[in-house]
């Protein structure tokens, strides 16, 4: 239950999200209560930014969202993973997974798709 | 690079532990930068506890160490997701993930040790 999770002291907590047929992880990102909350009312992942302070969907602009299929904590309570049906790319990048690179720097996945049609208009 | 990782305003980055074989998500913790660097010379996950404000080897006391087989950030550079050959059971709980619950409190995994066992002494 939502009230269980114990939020951090900014009330964040981090969410794993994983493909819950490839297995990858494609990314961690953070949920405050709302973001939790559209994400179970929606199906929908939501997370909170940090940077910019709000709420955002995950391709709202892209087009590539993540159908919830689970949803788990951990032990403690203070982590989230979530189980998604990805559509395209997770990463902003064009990347599959926001996890593409290793500690050497090196890409150890292809970009899916081109960044640039991801957030095209018109 | 560790000087690449970005670290939060504690000094420390989420790292993601996942099986590699099975793909499961075990855990989630937190690195300093000294956590990262023993984990990265001796082969085995080190994390900074932030509840007793000390480093920590994966499997201290329970024997249930983590192996690393590779270790990736994410595209912000303030993840890590590191894959492990996973010795035993990952959570103390005696279960093989710490994310053994779905938001509604249903165990999705059964215990794979008894966790009195996993730290019995002598």
């Known amino acids: 239950m939502t009230e ?8 964040l907590v981090p969410a794993v999200v994983q493909d819950y047929k490839s297995g990858r992880v494609l990314m961690v990102a953070y949920m405050n209560a709302e973001a ?3 994400t179970r ?13 709000c709420l955002w969907m995950k ?6 969202r993540q159908k919830v299929k689970q949803m788990m904590y951990d032990c403690d309570r203070d982590a989230l993973l979530i189980l998604v049906e ?3 790319a997770a990463c902003h990048t064009g990347h599959y997974s926001c996890f593409y690179q290793d500690l050497e720097g090196n890409e ?15």
Chains 1, 2 share one sequence.
Request: glycine share 12%; hydrophobic share 25%; aromatic share 10%.
């Open 4 to 11: 269980e999770i114990r939020f951090d002291e900014n009330g």
């Open 36 to 38: 939790l909350q559209r």
């Open 41 to 53: 009312e929606t199906g929908q992942t939501w997370f909170f930014s940090r940077r910019r302070n």
């Open 59 to 64: 391709g709202e602009t892209s087009g590539h």
């Open 86 to 88: 990805q559509t395209g």
């Open 108 to 122: 150890v996945e292809n970009k899916l798709v081109d960044p640039a049609l991801m957030y095209a208009t018109g």
